[in-house]
């Protein structure tokens, strides 16, 4: 049995996933409209390739990955690109986002599939393969996966000794994990096969948490007919233990540095959905056009169901049959989940669940208290933090000491929240404070920009004045080389000799200007290193020869 | 489905119910004071109580603040009855209501109120009251079967609103010193541990009737433990600190210094262990923290006791680290996970 390790704090909220499991997943219908984003995933959004009007097939690609950390956007069934426009999508913003309306024809056309052996790739082609399939974190986080494939860039032969598989799904109500480690298994396994040869790893740990013993069991034999040597670790169930820090803490007892990722400890982490999608993006030729997602809560029959991306949370909805007193949705789980503003939004690879909610089901929270510092919210952050304190200073605006007591270390996950006997909303305050700081902090460098430019501008002016200065200077002294020499009685008696005063003025314009140039210094050129001292000296080197060339060649030799 | 962000779900607990769970676990220790001391007691909680709750709905009022959910919050209740349990029961009625309008209108509301307070508002009242009437204050109720007479609860009542006894019986037949206060006096007096234990008001931890006070409150804060209301980190470092001193003096010279247990079950150090030091408000937040604020309570009782002019410790003892509390916890910031070093030590102190 291997070694388990704890992490600080964690909470233990009502599970609420039996409901969901009792059936097996269905595959949702081709909806009569789909619309989809061009950006769900962390970064850039895609570039549209397709035009209004354009018939596309499933799987073909209408959006390309326009950036370093970008993916792919596919059509997720065949049929005429009706509109590409600004739509509402579930964001947590709110805010409307750019995407393809596609009406399907009905015939779910394939584009051609090119099944590949991964073997057969090089690395790098299998992450472009990937980056073209759309394949991005399930679990939540929609991280391009190529990315976290790439070797390190500071540290290229650093090997990632351990990859490990969130099967984790600590969030209450969501399933979706669950039904396709249960469903799928042995594709995770190849998958995960896969992504351990482009990593280099030796170890490969699948950690699910102990409430799931179907996907467990059902994992286990994946790996057994394998006859690959990863270990399906159950993990105890506690939320949040499926928050990748958290669970890379449990299986290796390693904690991730704080403003690092998994990768500067030897650690990769994908969601076990994740490696389905890549499996089957290499495979089979499949690019990420669809996933699981759980409809449950308030409804009449949830369950778990394969969907297109794009297709309405309407459509989804009204599979689980709602019941009358439902009054709202979450996109996501009750702890980290995001109300949904309308249901006529699409599905994104980020939707994992869709909860249907009523008073009875998450009854409103009365209203909050004062903090009594009872530490019910340190006893239970997993990051070890002090929310009394960050809520304090989040409270009084005293962001510099919310930085302090390590605000941007809070993943969020609500715990604090949820346990606060005082009802205080107190991830929403830091949620507040971080993008009040993350706003503060354009600004400053928008402010320094600006700074900068008028700094430059003023240093522009002045050259000018020098430059004209010493342009004046040297045509007065050339009009007065041009006049014939006065006669040297002129300089015993200076004061008869305006153009001599004129001459003093100019010289002590001339000088004046050069002391200011001396006084700018160029900026970046003090403690520098012996290699950026080098290289200056290179540089002025090559200068200098080129100037001794460019002299020879006008001037050529005498002789 | 009210709430706009998440978590959507909570724990059920609130500030009341911790407040009520806290109060439920004084009733071993309220019982047993009933049983050896009569009845007066329960009258002076109720006066604490109503006290406690019209100063607050007053003090609210004043600051325009909404008066339902602070007054169901039951912090003002628990403040009262934390304070009639630590003053004599037997005393004239104004001496309870002026401590409780003391401790809730000064010491709580004025500094902001719930969650504000920087000290203790029990035991802020009870430094008020044994400063300001301290004859009041010493009047203690003889244990049951002790006094030459016993008061019954209609004569109680009537002592504690009226001022006047029954006919033929002084205050000094139905009171005493407590045996802290006893000990002290006699110590001085130059008679040994020993000999001052014979006198017949010291039972088989310390003094009669109060020991089994004392072990009421241990049953009831240990339930606190057990029920997750507070952790044992100020209990176990306040006994301990307590025992440790009270140890060592006695180990050097058992003829003047009583043993550790007696100071264990003597005074309010059981009630102050588990429902005064552990007032989440005025305590520290980290669990470090905790143990340095308790152990300094517990070495502070001790030498108030032994050596200071007051013949318990706690208040004091729990006011002078409540001063400290913000220094202690800017130095026992806990390690954050992925953090080599803690931030209050360099981030928090500027």
Same mark, same amino acid.
């Given at each position: 049995?291997?070694?388990?390790?704890?992490?600080?704090?964690?909470?233990?909220?009502?599970? #609420?996933?039996?409901?969901?499991?009792?059936?097996?997943?269905?595959?949702?219908?081709?909806?009569?409209?789909?619309?989809?984003?061009?950006?769900?995933? !962390?970064?850039?959004?895609?570039?549209?390739?397709?035009?209004?009007?354009?018939?596309?097939?499933?799987?073909?690609?209408? +959006?390309?990955?326009?950036?370093?950390?970008?993916?792919?956007?596919?059509?997720?069934?065949?049929?005429?690109? /009706?509109?590409?426009?600004?739509?509402?999508? !579930?964001?947590?913003?709110?805010?409307?986002?750019?995407?393809?309306?596609?009406?399907?024809?009905?015939?779910?056309?394939?584009?051609?599939?090119?099944?590949?052996?991964?073997?057969?790739?090089?690395?790098?082609?299998?992450?472009?393969?990937?980056?073209?399939?759309?394949?991005?974190?399930?679990?939540?986080?929609?991280?391009?996966?190529?990315?976290?494939?790439?070797?390190?860039?500071?540290?290229?032969?650093?090997?990632?000794?351990?990859?490990?598989?969130?099967?984790?799904?600590?969030?209450?109500?969501?399933?979706?994990?669950?039904?396709?480690?249960?469903?799928?298994?042995?594709?995770?396994?190849?998958?995960?096969?896969?992504?351990?040869?482009?990593?280099?790893?030796?170890?490969?740990?699948?950690?699910?948490?102990?409430?799931?013993?179907?996907?467990?069991?059902?994992?286990?034999?994946?790996?057994?007919?394998?006859?690959?040597?990863?270990?399906?670790?159950?993990?105890?169930?506690?939320?949040?233990?499926?928050?990748?820090?958290?669970?890379?803490?449990?299986?290796?007892?390693?904690?991730?540095?704080?403003?690092?990722?998994?990768?500067?400890?030897?650690?990769?982490?994908?969601?076990?959905?994740?490696?389905?999608?890549?499996?089957?993006?290499?495979?089979?030729?499949?690019?990420?056009?669809?996933?699981?997602?759980?409809? /449950?809560?308030?409804?009449?029959?949830?369950?778990?169901?394969?969907?297109?991306? +794009?297709?309405?949370?309407?459509?989804?909805?009204?599979?689980?049959?709602?019941?009358?007193?439902?009054?709202?949705?979450?996109?996501?789980?009750?702890?980290?989940?995001?109300?949904?503003?309308?249901?006529?939004?699409?599905?994104?690879?980020?939707?994992?669940?869709?909860?249907?909610?009523?008073?009875?089901?998450?009854?409103?929270?009365?209203?909050?208290?004062?903090?009594?510092?009872?530490?019910?919210?340190?006893?239970?952050?997993?990051?070890?933090?002090?929310?009394?304190?960050?809520?304090?200073?989040?409270?009084?605006?005293?962001?510099?000491?919310?930085?302090?007591?390590?605000?941007?270390?809070?993943?969020?996950?609500?715990?604090?929240?949820?346990?606060?006997?005082?009802?205080?909303?107190?991830?929403?305050?830091?949620?507040?404070?971080?993008?009040?700081?993350?706003?503060?902090?354009?600004?400053?460098?928008?402010?320094?920009?600006?700074?900068?430019?008028?700094?430059?501008?003023?240093?522009?002016?002045?050259?000018?004045?020098?430059?004209?200065?010493?342009?004046?200077?040297?045509?007065?002294?050339?009009?007065?080389?041009?006049?014939?020499?006065?006669?040297?009685?002129?300089?015993?008696?200076?004061?008869?000799?305006?153009?001599?005063?004129?001459?003093?003025?100019?010289?002590?314009?001339?000088?004046?200007?050069?002391?200011?140039?001396?006084?700018?210094?160029?900026?970046?050129?003090?403690?520098?290193?012996?290699?950026?001292?080098?290289?200056?000296?290179?540089?002025?080197?090559?200068?200098?020869?080129?100037?001794?060339?460019?002299?020879?060649?006008?001037?050529?030799?005498?002789? | 489905?009210?709430?706009?962000?998440?978590?959507?779900?909570?724990?059920?607990?609130?500030?009341?119910?911790?407040?009520?769970?806290?109060?439920?676990?004084?009733?071993?220790?309220?019982?047993?004071?009933?049983?050896?001391?009569?009845?007066?007691?329960?009258?002076?909680?109720?006066?604490?109580?109503?006290?406690?709750?019209?100063?607050?709905?007053?003090?609210?009022?004043?600051?325009?603040?909404?008066?339902?959910?602070?007054?169901?919050?039951?912090?003002?209740?628990?403040?009262?009855?934390?304070? !009639?349990?630590?003053?004599?029961?037997?005393?004239?009625?104004?001496?309870?209501?002026?401590?409780?309008?003391?401790?809730?209108?000064?010491?709580?509301?004025?500094?902001?109120?719930? +969650?504000?307070?920087?000290?203790?508002?029990?035991?802020?009242?009870?430094?008020?009251?044994?400063?300001?009437?301290?004859?009041?204050?010493?009047?203690?109720?003889?244990?049951?079967?002790?006094?030459?007479?016993?008061?019954?609860?209609?004569?109680?009542?009537?002592?504690?609103?009226?001022?006047?006894?029954?006919?033929?019986?002084?205050?000094?037949?139905?009171?005493?010193?407590?045996?802290?206060?006893?000990?002290?006096?006699?110590?001085?007096?130059?008679?040994?541990?020993?000999?001052?234990?014979?006198?017949?008001?010291? +039972?088989?931890?310390?003094?009669?009737?109060?020991?089994?006070?004392?072990?009421?409150?241990?049953?009831?804060?240990?339930?606190?433990?057990?029920?997750?209301?507070?952790?044992?980190?100020?209990?176990?470092?306040?006994?301990?600190?307590?025992?440790?001193?009270?140890?060592?003096?006695?180990?050097?010279?058992?003829?003047?210094?009583?043993?550790?247990?007696?100071?264990?079950?003597?005074?309010?150090?059981?009630?102050?262990?588990?429902?005064?030091?552990?007032?989440?408000?005025?305590?520290? /937040?980290? #669990?470090?923290?905790?143990?340095?604020? !308790?152990?300094?309570?517990?070495?502070?009782?001790?030498?108030?006791?032994?050596?200071?002019?007051?013949?318990?410790?706690?208040?004091?003892? /729990?006011?002078?680290?409540?001063?400290?509390?913000?220094?202690?916890?800017?130095?026992?910031?806990?390690?954050?996970?992925?953090?080599?070093?803690?931030?209050?030590?360099?981030?928090?102190?500027?």
């Amino acid at each position: 049995m291997r070694t388990l390790f704890k992490f600080h704090g964690g909470v233990h909220p009502p599970g #609420n996933k039996a409901q969901s499991t009792q059936q097996p997943t269905a595959v949702a219908p081709i909806p009569a409209k789909l619309v989809i984003p061009f950006r769900q995933h !962390a970064g850039e959004a895609a570039k549209p390739v397709v035009q209004v009007g354009d018939h596309v097939l499933k799987g073909q690609l209408i +959006g390309e990955p326009a950036g370093f950390i970008s993916s792919a956007i596919h059509a997720p069934t065949s049929g005429t690109i /009706t509109a590409i426009d600004i739509q509402p999508v !579930a964001h947590p913003s709110g805010l409307p986002d750019l995407c393809a309306t596609l009406i399907p024809d009905g015939r779910d056309e394939w584009v051609e599939r090119k099944p590949t052996d991964y073997r057969t790739l090089p690395a790098d082609e299998l992450r472009h393969l990937l980056r073209m399939s759309g394949i991005v974190g399930l679990g939540g986080a929609v991280f391009p996966s190529d990315v976290k494939l790439r070797p390190l860039r500071d540290h290229p032969n650093k090997d990632i000794g351990t990859l490990i598989l969130n099967g984790a799904e600590c969030e209450p109500w969501i399933t979706c994990d669950d039904m396709l480690m249960r469903e799928r298994a042995a594709e995770i396994v190849q998958g995960a096969e896969m992504l351990r040869s482009m990593l280099g790893s030796r170890e490969v740990l699948i950690g699910i948490e102990d409430n799931k013993p179907e996907a467990i069991a059902a994992m286990r034999l994946a790996v057994a007919d394998s006859g690959l040597p990863f270990e399906v670790v159950a993990v105890p169930t506690i939320y949040p233990g499926g928050s990748a820090k958290q669970l890379i803490r449990v299986l290796t007892g390693l904690e991730v540095p704080s403003g690092k990722l998994p990768t500067d400890i030897g650690v990769q982490c994908f969601n076990v959905a994740t490696v389905y999608s890549a499996w089957r993006a290499v495979a089979h030729g499949e690019p990420l056009i669809s996933r699981v997602v759980t409809v /449950t809560g308030n409804v009449a029959r949830p369950r778990n169901y394969e969907a297109l991306i +794009g297709t309405p949370l309407t459509d989804l909805i009204a599979l689980g049959e709602p019941l009358p007193d439902t009054d709202g949705y979450i996109m996501g789980g009750p702890m980290m989940g995001t109300p949904l503003p309308s249901t006529s939004v699409p599905l994104v690879k980020a939707g994992n669940c869709i909860i249907a909610g009523s008073k009875k089901l998450f009854p409103p929270p009365p209203p909050a208290l004062p903090c009594i510092r009872c530490t019910r919210c340190a006893q239970a952050c997993p990051a070890d933090l002090q929310p009394m304190d960050l809520y304090w200073f989040s409270q009084s605006k005293n962001f510099g000491q919310a930085q302090a007591f390590s605000l941007f270390d809070c993943i969020e996950c609500g715990a604090c929240s949820y346990v606060c006997p005082s009802h205080i909303p107190l991830v929403q305050y830091f949620r507040f404070s971080k993008s009040e700081i993350r706003m503060r902090e354009q600004e400053k460098q928008a402010a320094d920009r600006a700074r900068e430019r008028h700094e430059y501008r003023e240093f522009r002016i002045e050259r000018e004045k020098q430059e004209k200065a010493e342009r004046l200077a040297a045509k007065e002294k050339a009009a007065a080389a041009a006049k014939p020499v006065e006669p040297p009685v002129v300089a015993t008696n200076p004061d008869a000799a305006p153009e001599n005063t004129a001459q003093m003025k100019i010289q002590a314009a001339i000088e004046h200007a050069k002391e200011q140039a001396a006084a700018i210094k160029p900026k970046n050129t003090e403690n520098l290193s012996a290699e950026q001292l080098a290289e200056i000296a290179e540089i002025e080197a090559r200068r200098a020869r080129i100037r001794e060339t460019a002299k020879s060649d006008v001037e050529p030799p005498k002789e | 489905m009210a709430a706009f962000f998440s978590p959507f779900i909570s724990k059920p607990d609130t500030v009341a119910q911790i407040m009520l769970r806290v109060m439920l676990a004084l009733l071993p220790g309220i019982a047993m004071y009933v049983w050896y001391f009569g009845p007066a007691i329960l009258v002076s909680i109720a006066l604490a109580s109503v006290t406690a709750l019209a100063t607050e709905a007053a003090m609210l009022k004043l600051r325009n603040r909404p008066v339902a959910p602070f007054l169901q919050d039951n912090s003002a209740l628990l403040t009262g009855w934390l304070l !009639a349990l630590s003053i004599p029961p037997l005393a004239p009625w104004w001496l309870i209501v002026v401590g409780t309008a003391f401790a809730i209108s000064i010491s709580k509301h004025l500094y902001g109120g719930l +969650g504000n307070n920087p000290f203790n508002p029990a035991m802020i009242g009870f430094a008020v009251l044994i400063v300001s009437f301290p004859a009041q204050m010493t009047h203690w109720l003889t244990p049951h079967g002790l006094g030459q007479v016993e008061l019954g609860f209609l004569d109680q009542l009537r002592y504690t609103f009226l001022g006047s006894l029954p006919p033929g019986v002084t205050l000094d037949a139905i009171t005493m010193a407590t045996p802290l206060d006893t000990l002290k006096t006699r110590l001085h007096l130059d008679e040994s541990v020993k000999q001052i234990f014979d006198m017949p008001i010291y +039972g088989r931890l310390a003094g009669q009737g109060s020991e089994m006070v004392s072990l009421g409150f241990l049953a009831g804060g240990l339930y606190l433990i057990a029920a997750r209301i507070i952790t044992w980190h100020v209990p176990v470092a306040y006994l301990g600190a307590l025992f440790a001193t009270a140890g060592i003096f006695h180990l050097t010279d058992p003829a003047h210094y009583v043993t550790p247990l007696f100071h264990w079950f003597s005074g309010a150090a059981m009630l102050g262990a588990f429902f005064i030091l552990t007032d989440p408000v005025t305590s520290p /937040t980290t #669990n470090k923290g905790k143990l340095i604020f !308790a152990a300094g309570a517990g070495l502070l009782t001790y030498l108030i006791r032994a050596f200071g002019g007051f013949p318990d410790g706690i208040a004091f003892a /729990t006011l002078l680290m409540n001063i400290c509390v913000p220094l202690i916890v800017l130095y026992t910031q806990p390690k954050v996970f992925g953090k080599k070093h803690p931030s209050g030590k360099n981030g928090g102190a500027q």
